[in-house]
């Protein structure tokens, strides 16, 4: 069985940063990534980033100058780091397992970003 658990989320100062880790447990197939979403207050679910298990990464233009995505194999934890946080960042944070035949999906963790 195939889980991802979040956690790292709670209230952010604006300005400050966040660290938030995807604990992956079970048997993934080996093409499968994982990846950090966010839903916003009122809008739709957006990419954020993803780590490939040969360890590539990609983070989505708009985030690149501020978030970046790791791997602890060890730990089998995926995290995700944010700077100079905005209220715009506010939101609940999800990690996904995906490209495989199947998507795998956390619970979410919340992100709120206090002016």
């Known amino acids: 069985q195939v889980q991802l658990v979040e956690s790292g989320g709670g209230l952010v100062q604006a300005g400050g940063s966040l660290r938030l880790s995807c604990k992956v447990s079970?048997?993934?197939?080996?093409?499968?990534?994982i990846s950090w979403y966010r839903r916003a207050p009122g809008k739709e679910r957006e990419f954020l980033a993803t780590?490939?298990?040969?360890?590539?990464?990609f983070v989505a233009a708009a985030m690149k100058r501020r978030f970046t995505i790791s791997r602890d194999s060890a730990e089998n934890t995926v995290d995700l780091q944010g700077t100079s946080l905005q209220s715009d960042d506010t939101g609940v944070y999800y990690c996904?397992?995906?490209?495989?035949?199947?998507?795998?999906w956390g619970q979410g963790t919340q992100v709120t970003v206090s002016s």
């Open positions: 996904a397992a995906v490209g495989g035949p199947r998507e795998y």
């Open positions: 079970g048997i993934i197939p080996s093409n499968t990534a």
């Open positions: 780590i490939t298990r040969a360890g590539d990464t």
